[in-house]
């Protein structure tokens, strides 16, 4: 289930996001203490799906401003006045809490703990001090230092359902965010999301609207398989959006999420068994080839991984970037023979170089401000190196942007002078925000055939999910998907 809190500040912001908030909510959390001069009647009256009551006290993490006494008869008034449930902290001193357990139906109580500081060592001795008083449900909100700290969230639930308990349990913070989505798999009672962004309860909650669309956390996920994104940052990676349709597209219950992952070799060693495969993104590329049992020869040749599969044999890497680069040309074009210039000199230009040598392509590689690491890539493709001011003055084929010039926010910069672009000239950029970038524009105004970065994006990320699924990938929806972002997102 999706619970969304409602935090209007004031009775009329908090009854027009109840209005709202019952089109993608399952249930609705009224945060009393975050609503001045709480009208209680009034707002249980203008819910029409389950309801949890919640007043929280200062030292865990709300606003109410008064005594525990006046805290505590607010949730009476909400029982009484028929909320579904309420939600009173374990924290709450044994004077009031113990009477108010005792004296309530069970099944309506959720017994909370929040730490905003960080998540213990240890939360089963927590579960089982909480487990021996009476309530309906657990809560445990913890704040995750530590990407691990979810392993330890999810193990706990785990347990509470073989134990047949109701438990939530989630992760705050953006090291948290995965919690969000798959606590619900692990059989957490439910999840909560805000009604948008800006309108968080908590830390790292996510819009109530992606966790039912997108992630379809309220799906049946019999038999799920999980695939995400590692990198740092992850932040403005799309995959989530692509995979987790096409899964749904192709009738499958696995799930992608975002990893936000700073060293490598910890969270593989964590995660290994909990994934089933991986989009890898900079600086992993080169940092977790050592952790896998077997690396494709493209991937070993280009000397970066994209992607890992668990297999039969084990944990192998590829690398999808080179192969969707060269069909997006191909689609176009022929390489043979034919006179390419690359913009930039980075790992993009690496795996595009190395595939275009293979097609037959004529290579020249560009650097700007790094020439020893556009020396050490010349080398290696066999070609000739020039300095980026010098491009304007070779004949040019096929240009390909390798470098993050024209990438939002820069939207307004471009790596190639307009001045020097030829009618017939084939221009690919593997910028993909924005989807028309200058550099597209320019070009196709003066009469070449052009290529987005989005053509790059989805050719590998469908790539991507064949090896995960050995099923084909449904590239038209994927490709719907990203397209109707971007020109959301320029």
């Known amino acids: 289930m999706i619970c969304v809190p409602i935090i209007g500040a004031s009775m009329q912001k908090a009854l027009e996001q109840i209005t709202e908030a019952e089109k993608v909510a399952d249930i609705l959390e009224l945060r009393l203490d975050l609503i001045d001069f709480p ?128 438990m939530i349990g989630l992760c705050m913070g953006d090291l948290g965010e995965i919690s969000r989505v798959l606590s619900p798999l692990f ?72 990893f936000l992952v700073e060293n490598v070799e910890k969270f593989f060693n964590a995660f290994k068994d909990f994934f089933s495969g991986l989009s890898v993104t900079m600086p992993a590329k080169e940092n977790i080839m050592p952790l896998l049992d077997e690396i494709d020869d493209t ?5 970066a991984v994209n992607t890992v599969v668990r297999e039969d044999k084990g944990w192998v890497g590829y690398n999808t970037d080179c192969s969707g680069a060269i069909a997006a040309l191909e689609a176009c074009t022929s390489l043979k023979d034919k006179n390419v210039l690359i913009l930039g000199s980075g ?21 700007n401000r790094n020439r020893e690491r556009g020396e050490a890539l010349a080398k290696e493709l066999g070609c000739e190196l020039i300095h980026c001011r010098e491009a304007g003055n070779r004949p040019v084929d096929i240009l390909i942007n390798c470098s993050p010039v024209g990438m939002s926010p820069s939207i307004n910069e471009s790596p190639f002078l307009a001045r020097d672009f030829k009618e017939g000239m084939v221009v690919f950029d593997s910028v993909y925000n924005p989807m028309e970038t200058r550099l597209l524009r ?48 320029s």
């Open 39 to 166: 009208d209680l009647k009034m707002l249980l009256g203008s819910v029409s799906k389950p309801v949890i009551v919640t007043n929280r006290s200062k030292r865990d993490g709300g606003q109410f401003k008064e005594g525990d006494e006046e805290r505590i008869q607010a949730l009476r008034d909400a029982l009484a006045e028929g909320a579904d449930y309420v939600d009173i902290e374990v924290s709450t001193p044994q004077e009031y809490l113990q009477p108010f357990l005792e004296g309530h139906e069970i099944s309506r109580i959720i017994l909370s703990y929040h730490d905003f500081s960080h998540t213990p060592e240890d939360i089963n001795p927590l579960y089982e001090a909480m487990s021996d008083l009476p309530s309906g449900i657990l809560k445990i909100v913890t704040y995750a230092r530590d990407l691990n700290d979810n392993l330890k969230m999810f193990q706990l639930l785990e347990r509470a359902q073989k134990e047949n308990k109701k």
């Open 187 to 258: 059989g957490g009672f439910l999840t909560f999301g805000s009604l948008e962004t800006g309108k968080e309860s908590a830390p790292g909650q996510i819009p109530a609207n992606s966790l039912k669309d997108i992630y379809r956390v309220n799906d049946s996920h019999e038999n799920f398989k999980i695939y995400g994104v590692i990198g740092n940052p992850v932040s403005k990676s799309l995959g989530y959006l692509i995979h987790n349709r096409a899964f749904h597209e192709i009738g499958v219950p696995h799930i992608y999420v975002s």
């Open 299 to 303: 991937a070993k040749r280009i000397g």
């Open 347 to 367: 790992g993009t230009a690496k795996a595009i170089g190395h595939g275009v040598e293979d097609k037959g392509g004529r290579l020249t590689v560009t650097y």
């Open 442 to 489: 320019e070009a196709k105004a003066a009469g070449c055939t052009v290529i987005p970065g989005s053509e790059l994006f989805i050719n590998q990320a469908a790539l991507q999910f064949e090896l995960w699924t050995g099923q084909p990938a449904p590239i038209h929806v994927m490709r719907e998907v990203l397209i109707e972002k971007l020109k959301g997102m």
